[in-house]
Every structure is written in C-alpha cells, then in structure tokens.
C-alpha cells in the first residue's frame, strides 16, 4: 500500500436533504459507473497491506472510531421498525496482519437486544480508513444490502478497501470492500457539503456517498457522514426503500 495521499478538498454544493423522506434518483437494473478520479496514489483495495502502515486508533473526522463508543439508529424498512446499536469494542483483531477495531453490531426491539455482525476497521498513516472485513449472523444479512455475506481480508481472495478518506472529494471513486462475487462494495462521494434533516438534528458538511455493487445490482445507497460523529444516516433503495438515521452517539 502506497502511504502518501493528496489533501486537497473538493468545494462542492450543499445537497439539501431530508433523509427521513427523500427519494434517491440513481435506483435501477445495474450500477452507474463509479467517480472517475479514485483516490491519488492508494491501491484499491489494497492486495499487500503492511502492518506498519495502518493503527487500530482510528481518529478519522468522518469516521471515528473511539473505543466504547456506542451509535443508536432507527432502522425503518416497509415491514417495521427497530433500533440498531454499533459499539467500538476496545480489543483489537488481526486480520491480515494489520490490527483492526472492531465495530459490534446489535438490533434492539421490545426489550431484546440480536446480534447483528462484527465489522474490523484500520486507519493508514495518511488518516483513510479500511474496512477489513466483516463477520455476519444470519440477522445481519440485511444490515448493508451492498455486503450481505462474511468475509476478511486475506483469505479467499478478499482485500481490503477504503470506506472514507482523510480528505474526500467530491467526484471521488473506490472500492471499499472486495472479494470476487462475494462483496464488491464501491463508493462514489456525491457531496463534502451535504445537508442530512433527521427528526432529532440537522448535520451540515457531511460526506455524502453513493455505493453500488455488481453483486447487489438493483441496490442503491446513500450514506452521511458528519465531521466528529461519523454515520448518520443511510437511505437503500431498490424494489423498496429502507433508511437508517441516528438518534444518539455516547459518549
């Protein structure tokens, strides 16, 4: 993996949207092509990570990841409605030699509380983030309908790809998780200016991004992520819509 990356910000204009009702424009039968630009001087996904180049302290303003951080969500989908818990754990895994954080995903509804997945992420020198797999229950296949199944990188031909960059552009283009015919998650930055109306908070200068995937063709979905908070909210549209939003981050 090449260290260096260029910083320069894109100026991009502010998307006003209200996640809770806003429709996305790009569903249909197959992906759009993604960003033309990708992200200067990275390899993506990354085939040969080295361990010297990533930290398990991911401190990435769009996407931190402080040990004992918790991120509630109100997941809404056409059959109901749930809460949905991700929790940086404070114990560190390996995976492919780098020294990932793990992010423990859980459902909560009336009282119970399911297992959902366990996702690993790292942060290169530069400040991108990696996200180096995942490990699903069979609750958590619809937890991203761009990544419905396990896997890790180094094994079976996964890699490593990039799920937010030091400094993202708006036009930017990347994978950010990869193994043939299992995961292809890409993701196209619409905006560094976005607006995200939720019920409880309006967050303005988010990272606005388009993912797609050869795997899940008919899924289409936009992810906002807000400067000190990281993830908070996502729309999936295909036959129907679904949409996650977040109510609190503690601490």
């Known amino acids: 993996m090449t260290r260096a990356v260029a910083r320069t910000r894109g100026r991009a204009a502010v998307v006003a949207v209200l996640v809770v009702a806003g429709t996305l424009s790009a569903c249909g039968a197959a992906p759009v092509p993604v960003g033309p630009r990708g992200i200067d001087q990275l390899t993506i996904p990354t085939p040969d990570p080295h361990p010297a180049d990533f930290t398990a302290d991911v401190d990435n303003t769009w996407f931190p990841l402080p040990p004992g951080t918790s991120w509630t969500y109100r997941r809404s989908t056409t ?5 949905v818990v ?4 404070a114990r560190t895994r390996r995976i492919d030699g780098v020294e990932t954080r793990p992010v423990r995903w859980v459902a909560a509804h009336r009282g119970r509380t399911t297992p959902l ?5 790292a942060q290169d020198t530069a400040g991108n983030v990696w996200w180096f797999g995942q490990r699903l229950t069979s609750a958590g296949a619809d937890l991203d309908a761009l990544a419905t199944r396990s896997w890790q990188a180094g094994r079976d031909g996964a890699q490593a790809g990039l799920v937010m960059a030091a400094d993202p552009r708006m036009g930017d283009g990347y994978r950010n998780a990869y193994q043939p015919g299992v995961v292809e998650r890409r993701s196209t930055v619409l905006s560094v200016r976005a607006t995200a109306s939720l019920p409880r908070r309006t967050y303005r200068d988010t990272v606005l991004t388009r993912d797609l995937s050869r795997v899940e063709p008919i899924h289409v979905v936009q992810s906002y992520y807000a400067p000190g908070t990281g ?4 729309q999936t549209v295909s036959t129907t819509t679904s949409e996650l ?7």
């Open 117 to 121: 997945a366990v996702r690993w992420y």
């Open 86 to 89: 991700a929790t940086a754990l």
């Open 245 to 251: 939003f977040l109510l609190r981050r503690r601490p």
């Open 231 to 234: 993830l908070v909210a996502q």
């Open 79 to 83: 059959s109901g409605s749930d809460r």
